[in-house]
């Protein structure tokens, strides 16, 4: 147990639903993560929130829609998804954004149909 | 830019010690090195950081020449649980805007025989 919960653990959707990934942290930290991991590939960091500012948008397509309402919680709105974002989306905090530690939920496996 | 390198994969058997060492020639004076474990369909753990000489905890050792351009995590007595993909971890400068992230690299898989 890392302090870092996401839900669903699992989900599989059709390309032209919409759903919402979410993830909490019990740290207290300042900073929260989007990754992508697709089956062999490293982690893709998606986007980097500070204190409920996003800082960072690595190239993201815009079916992907974070939000951040506060610094304990991020969200990761889909919709319109392709098959080829079906992935395992992790949620991961650190104290400050650039700590070199950061802590990781379990993930989501999405399948995307 | 700081960037590692290490072996793609490793085999073991229960009860021997484990060494996967990482290459990050360009690290940079305030860089840490970290190194975090994953095992499938979950998040990567992190296990040891140091920044010289040599760390240990309750899971491994970390051992950092002076040069720092190398570093080595050891796993004393693995057993099939140790079995997951291993990363090895350096701040790294996001192109973009300039801040510091880390960037994780394709990892080591470490495969514990019995």
């Known amino acids: 147990e890392t302090g870092v919960t996401q839900t669903p653990r699992h989900l599989v959707m059709g390309m032209t639903n919409k759903k919402s990934l979410k993830c909490e942290q019990h740290?207290?930290?300042?900073?929260m993560y989007w990754y992508k991991q697709s089956a062999k590939k490293p982690l893709e960091l998606m986007f980097v929130?500070?204190?409920?500012?996003?800082?960072e948008n690595n190239s993201v397509p815009s079916r992907f829609s974070p939000e951040c309402p506060n610094s304990s919680h991020l969200f990761l709105h889909l919709h319109t998804l392709q098959p080829e974002d079906s992935a395992l989306y992790l949620c991961?905090?650190?104290?400050?954004?650039?700590?070199?530690?950061?802590?990781f939920g379990p993930g989501t496996r999405l399948t995307v149909l | 830019l700081a960037k590692t390198t290490q072996p793609i994969s490793m085999d073991s058997y229960e009860g021997q010690e484990v060494n996967i060492t990482c290459s990050h020639n360009n690290i940079a004076t305030n860089d840490y090195i970290t190194w975090y474990q994953q095992f499938p369909s979950q998040g990567p753990r992190f296990i040891i950081q140091g920044y010289k000489t040599k760390v240990t905890n309750e899971v491994a050792s970390l051992f950092i020449p002076a040069d720092r351009k190398s570093s080595t995590l050891s796993l004393p007595r693995v057993s099939l649980s140790d079995t997951a993909v291993y990363y090895c971890?350096?701040?790294?400068?996001?192109?973009?805007?300039?801040?510091?992230?880390?960037?994780f690299g394709s990892g080591t898989r470490l495969q514990v025989q019995p």
């Open positions: 740290l207290g930290h300042n900073a």
């Open positions: 971890l350096v701040g790294d400068m996001e192109k973009n805007t300039g801040r510091r992230a880390l960037t």
């Open positions: 991961a905090s650190s104290l400050e954004v650039e700590a070199d530690t950061q802590y």
């Open positions: 929130y500070s204190l409920e500012e996003r800082v």
